[in-house]
């Protein structure tokens, strides 16, 4: 029940890393499937910084917390790579 708390947290703070469509002159893909992928990236975000830090549930609010700070970049960067990929 932990991992599912803590993935739907990385899930939220992955959304949060992705920005919003901007005006470009190229098309790009809708805005849902925009933040779908920035939630999936948070939720490989975190649980990538979770192994590489060796963190073992339960974790304390502090270590929550930098897990986070993977799950925004990750998210971030899956968002990047998805408007990337989807240029036309």
């Known amino acids: 029940m932990t991992y ?3 993935a739907i947290g990385w899930a939220l703070v992955g959304w949060c890393g ?3 469509p901007k005006p470009r002159p ?3 893909p809708g805005p ?3 933040f779908i992928w ?3 990236g ?3 975000g975190g ?3 979770l192994i590489a830090f060796s963190l073992k549930a339960p974790l304390s609010s502090l270590d929550y917390a930098t897990t986070c700070i993977g799950a925004f970049a990750f998210g971030f960067v ?3 790579l998805v408007h990337q990929l989807t240029k036309k």
Do not use: H
């Open 26 to 28: 190229e098309p790009l």
């Open 78 to 80: 899956v968002e990047e």
């Open 18 to 20: 992705t920005r919003g």
């Open 42 to 44: 948070g939720i490989i």
């Open 47 to 49: 649980f990538l910084w």
């Open 32 to 34: 849902r499937k925009v």
């Open 38 to 40: 920035g939630a999936i």
């Open 4 to 6: 599912l708390l803590m």
